[in-house]
């Protein structure tokens, strides 16, 4: 396995972060603990899952899943500069379906070094065993779960002395996916490497204009897939726009630009188009209600035996309301269109899904939630028309924020 150089690079940052100036304990939240504050807490949940591996009408399979996830975040109380450390695992156990409990875990360090008043540059490296479940787009044989290794790190640098904003960054991402009994998943490990850049000016008191750009090379393990095809990949997208923002409880941003992606193998066709981000996120007046709209477009990746990627067009409403102090309503909605080029003729698949839920604040240690969750997919493949419900119950005890 290839060890690419920047992550050992984020890995150097991280430690020299540990090195910074140490100020005086903090009052933040949490167990002090040296120059750290720790922050444990665990999560107990419960949930009903009416289509697990998430199959057309009349195939569905049901399951009650129990899950617990506890997890450990450690904060500095630095003057100057910034570190973070996260570790946290889930299990999931199905009471029926016993091949689909999972055990995912999560680790990560992320800082930032305060160089002047003016640039500041982050760090981030991370692990995550994950899985994806069946009925996920990716799984190509619905019959087991598919777990993964993804190690990621990346740098940025921050700089804005004026008027004009600059950044500027790369990371690189190594994703190593297991086989299943059913399936051979070597063609999907992937190292990924990636580079951005911005420029901002502030024309007006309240608008900032910008434009930015970003690129990224997959490299696959496998030089050719079980189907003879070379999937190496080159991304590009662009975009120009403003960010409005006329109050600190409101902030409005949207840029439009091109995106593509380019496949070494000419039998795979390329990915383009119109590419947009934006974004609303608006604190009403009443200081309780926090409302979130986010629109874009993405390529996503594809295992299809004869398409090189998706292009995802999606749109998303989160509203969070806090009622009466001890009670935190919230809820979302969302719509996302996804469609990909092959040689057998195009797919296209409509997404939608919407949540609501309720947490009961015992006191700032204990919270009690119940949960709903619904998803529905209309595709123009045969069989690929499901629907999902999921109602759930949870209890986090710790420190939550």
């Known amino acids: 396995m290839r ?17 910074g100036q140490v100020a005086a304990q903090s009052r933040e939240d949490g167990i002090p603990v040296g120059t750290f504050v720790l922050k444990p807490s665990v999560e107990l949940g419960a949930r009903y899952d009416d289509n697990i591996a998430l199959e057309d009408d009349g195939q569905e399979e049901e399951d009650f899943i129990l899950s617990v996830a506890p997890t450990l975040k450690a904060v500095s109380t630095w003057r100057r500069h910034k570190l973070e450390f996260d570790a946290g695992l889930r299990a999931d156990r199905y009471l029926d379906n016993t091949a689909d409990n999972s055990l995912d875990a999560q680790l990560r360090a992320n800082g930032t070094v305060d160089v002047t008043r003016a640039t500041k540059i982050d760090g981030l490296v991370s692990y995550r065993r994950g899985h994806d479940n069946r009925g ?3 799984v190509a044989v619905n019959d087991e779960t598919t777990k993964f290794d993804r190690y990621r790190s990346k740098i940025l640098v921050r700089s804005r002395p004026n008027r004009l904003g600059v950044q500027a960054g790369g990371g690189v991402t190594y994703a190593n996916f297991h086989d299943t009994d059913a399936e051979n998943n070597d063609d999907r490990d992937v190292v990924i490497y990636d580079g951005e850049a911005r420029l901002s000016y502030g024309v007006q008191r309240h608008i900032r204009a910008f434009v930015e750009g970003d690129v990224n090379r997959l490299d696959y393990v496998d030089a050719v897939d079980d189907n003879g095809l070379n999937r190496d990949a080159t991304g590009y997208a662009a975009r120009a726009g403003a960010t409005y923002f006329p109050s600190s409880q409101l902030q409005v941003s949207f840029g439009v630009g091109y995106l593509m992606r380019t496949f070494d193998d000419p039998a795979l066709d390329d990915v383009s188009g119109l590419d947009f981000k934006g974004s609303v996120n608006w604190e009403l007046p009443n200081r309780l209600t926090n409302l979130t709209l986010t629109t874009g477009r993405s390529i996503a990746e594809s295992t299809d035996a004869d398409a090189g990627a998706r292009l995802v067009t999606s749109v998303s409403l989160n509203a969070t309301h806090d009622l009466a102090r001890t ?35 015992f006191n700032p240690r204990v919270k009690l939630g119940l949960t709903y969750d619904y998803k529905r997919r209309d595709s123009s493949d045969v069989g690929g028309d499901y629907s999902n419900n999921v109602f759930g119950v949870r209890l986090k005890v710790g420190y939550l924020n």
């Open 3 to 19: 060890i690419p150089y920047k992550m050992t690079a984020a890995a150097t940052l991280v430690a020299a972060l540990a090195a």
């Open 136 to 138: 996920d787009d990716n």
């Open 327 to 361: 009670w935190e309503l919230f809820g979302n909605l969302r719509y996302a269109h996804l469609t990909d080029e092959a040689a057998a003729g195009a797919t296209e698949d409509n997404d939608y899904s919407a949540g609501v839920g309720v947490d009961y604040v």
